[in-house]
């Protein structure tokens, strides 16, 4: 029911906005984990220093550190982790965000495509491609010629012009 009524009252702005502020909490996310990361950089350099230090002069001090240094690394091996996962979440999300842009972007081509052929039928089309509506004078004196010499008497090319609903249907055939 989270759905219900998100088109009344401004509720599909909400859809809109709802990816922006997912990658908006991720960056801010992934922030945070990077700065985490650098820190316990830090942590194992200054582990590892303090090995060094301690390696000749205080065994146990030395493995101690060897110890915190193994737990920083793992940790941020976790935090690596989890910085790859959400950068892929994120680009999955602006992938998915795209898609749905484009598909949105298309239906309305359609719909515009429907609307400019929306009056355009199939005899419109014969009268445009087949009669036109003022030939020069030369095409008249030629068409009057060729009526005489093909038509029989009574029948005008117009009425013999063959459209595109007529050559579409097969004759039949006795």
Known sequence: MSGWGLGWF????????????????????????TKR???????MDEQDALARKHVSSNKQAAKAALRRKKQFEHSLEQTSAQIMTLEKE??????????????????????????????????????????????PPNTILYLKQANKLTLPAGKTSAN???????????????
């Open 90 to 135: 994120i680009h999955s999300i602006e992938t998915a965000n795209i898609n749905k842009e484009t598909l949105d972007a298309m239906k309305n081509a359609g719909k515009a495509m429907q609307q400019i052929h929306a009056g355009l039928t199939i005899d419109k089309v014969d009268t445009v491609m087949y009669v036109t509506p003022h030939p």
């Open 160 to 174: 013999n012009m063959p459209s595109a609903r007529k050559s579409a249907k097969p004759s039949p055939q006795a």
């Open 10 to 33: 401004g509720g599909g702005q909400a859809k809109k906005e709802a990816p922006k502020k997912a990658i908006l909490q991720l960056r801010g996310q992934l922030e945070m984990l």
């Open 37 to 43: 990361e650098k820190h316990l950089q830090n942590q």
